[in-house]
């Protein structure tokens, strides 16, 4: 399994022929060549690059010259690391890594036999899952300089993640969004590429080199089987480019927001920021899931103004108010379409629940 170049779109998409790769990645696996002695010009040749333009910092390739070069370089070099170990990973190494995940129950146990067995291909990183509350984050931990002095870091660590996080997508089926990642070297002259390499902020002069995203997709069962893992190792790069429309945990999402953050999600244009997509995307993807915008603030809506009613005694109007309707009209008419009585009937209808104590301070 090649390990992820590091594109910025899917090769097999129509407007893959855009050239939006840095250049600095190609200069990354120049340098793995000279490191070993050998010439690079066959590659670049083979990927359509001329050798004039490698020193560019300006210029751009696109997605599919990319991935030319990285499948030669690999195995002219036999490095599917391209010179950031001190031991060459011969062909094949991360393909290894991905069948020996493919057995795992969940996302969680794939990813953590993923890092466990990463060390045993190098000891320079190290490679960890690691939830803090209701995120989860893979993160790098350097032991050597990649490229021995440090001057493959970026693409090293680059690469990297977005390789974890291609299989990962690709285990699962799912698109898994980011909520950021972060690099501790000082932003590059390129780091507009990153809002496309990563979902969510990227900071740089960080403490750790690390992705982070919601924990709970590291529940979610491996859908892959070995027909698929064989099929997927013939051309691995577009898992790298997350071309995935589902989401599994879409609606979780979006009805977790509507929850804890009403004031910050009142139309779909501020919702989708919120969940670093667009309005657009966001619509068609709950569209994929077999759900609505509307159905879902109606949901949310509902249990909120339910569980008001049940367990204390505000006025119907506050109830209205902390539900999220403008004003009591609007939900009285809400209210008797989910019950087919008025609040006030329903909340007499109920048991008696005690209140739930006030927070002290």
């Given amino acids: 399994m090649p390990i992820p170049r590091a594109t910025l779109a899917n090769p097999s998409d129509r407007r893959s022929d855009r050239a939006a790769t840095p250049m600095a990645f190609v200069q990354a696996i120049v340098i793995a060549y000279q490191q070993r002695g050998l010439d690079p010009a066959q590659a670049l040749a083979q990927a359509q690059i001329p050798p ?40 094949g190494s991360y393909g290894m890594l991905a069948r020996a995940s493919l057995s795992a129950p969940t996302l969680g146990a794939a990813l953590k036999r993923w890092c466990r067995h990463h060390g045993l291909l190098t000891p320079d990183v190290t490679l960890a899952v690691t939830t803090s509350g209701d995120v989860a984050s893979i993160a790098l931990t350097e032991h050597r300089p990649p490229g021995g002095d440090g001057s493959l870091r970026e693409f090293c660590g680059v690469s990297v993640l977005r390789n974890s996080h291609g299989l990962a997508c690709w285990l699962v089926d799912s698109r898994i969004p980011l909520l950021g990642a972060s690099f501790p070297f000082a932003a590059p002259p390129h ?18 080199t690390a992705i982070h995203f919601d924990a709970r997709y590291l529940a979610l069962p491996v859908k892959r089987d070995e027909a698929a893992m064989n099929q997927m190792l013939q051309r691995a790069l ?50 994929d899931e077999g759900a609505t915008l509307q159905a879902l603030k109606d949901e949310v809506r509902r249990d909120r103004a339910l569980d008001l009613l049940q367990r204390t005694t505000r006025p119907i109007k506050q109830v209205a108010e902390a539900a999220g309707f403008q004003n009591q009209k609007s939900f009285m008419r809400a209210f008797k379409g989910w019950t087919g009585v008025t609040p006030g009937e329903w909340r007499e209808q109920q048991p008696a629940v005690p209140a739930r104590p006030r927070p002290v301070g």
């Fill in 52 to 91: 004039a333009r490698v020193a560019d910092p300006a210029a751009r390739i696109t997605a599919a010259q990319m991935e030319t070069l990285s499948g030669a370089a690999m195995q002219e070099l036999d490095d599917e690391a391209l010179g950031w170990f001190r031991r060459a990973l011969p062909w």
């Fill in 191 to 208: 780091a507009e590429v990153y809002r496309v390499l990563f979902d969510g902020p990227t900071v740089f002069d960080a403490d750790q």
């Fill in 238 to 287: 577009p898992i790298q480019v997350r071309p995935y429309r589902r989401d599994r945990l879409l609606v979780q999402r979006v009805r977790q927001v509507l929850m804890t953050q009403p004031l910050d999600a009142h139309n779909a244009n501020d919702l989708a920021a919120l969940l670093n997509t667009s309005a657009r995307t966001l619509h068609r993807q709950l569209k």
